[in-house]
């Protein structure tokens, strides 16, 4: 059994930054990509940003480009998610997720197998 546990949320103000955290445990696996996806309440599930240990790809949707930095360590199993210049439409749950499928690139939640609970991300005007 693989767990996902992120910390990190909580609650800011429009242009502040957070940093959250994803670290795996359990059962050793080896994971091609790790990643994070929001979802806000009412809306689908969306993907935010992954990076591919192969080759230290790295991806994000267009809405964080230039402010999310995401981070990682392929031996620990480990990924981060820095946010900076917070907006209120970045409120969602964040949920790190790990992929042990050999993608080109990683922009769907199909393409990863396991997922952490979440955490809430509260962005206020």
């Known amino acids: 059994q693989v767990q996902l546990v992120e910390s990190g949320g909580g609650l800011v103000q429009a242009g502040e930054s957070l940093r959250l955290s994803c670290a795996a445990s359990?059962?050793?696996?080896?994971?091609?990509?790790m990643g994070w996806f929001r979802q806000a309440p009412g809306k689908e599930r969306e993907f935010v940003a992954a990076i591919r240990w192969s080759g230290s790809r790295i991806y994000y949707v267009d809405t964080v480009k230039g402010r999310f930095t995401i981070s990682g360590d392929n031996a620990q199993n480990t990924v981060y998610l820095q946010m900076n210049t917070l907006k209120p439409e970045d409120t969602a749950v964040y949920s790190c997720?790990?992929?042990?499928?050999?993608?080109?690139?990683?922009?769907?939640?199909?393409?990863?197998?396991?997922w952490g609970q979440g955490t809430q991300v509260t962005v206020s005007s």
């Open positions: 997720a790990a992929s042990r499928q050999f993608r080109d690139t990683y922009y769907y939640s199909s393409q990863f197998d396991y």
């Open positions: 359990g059962r050793t696996f080896s994971s091609s990509a």
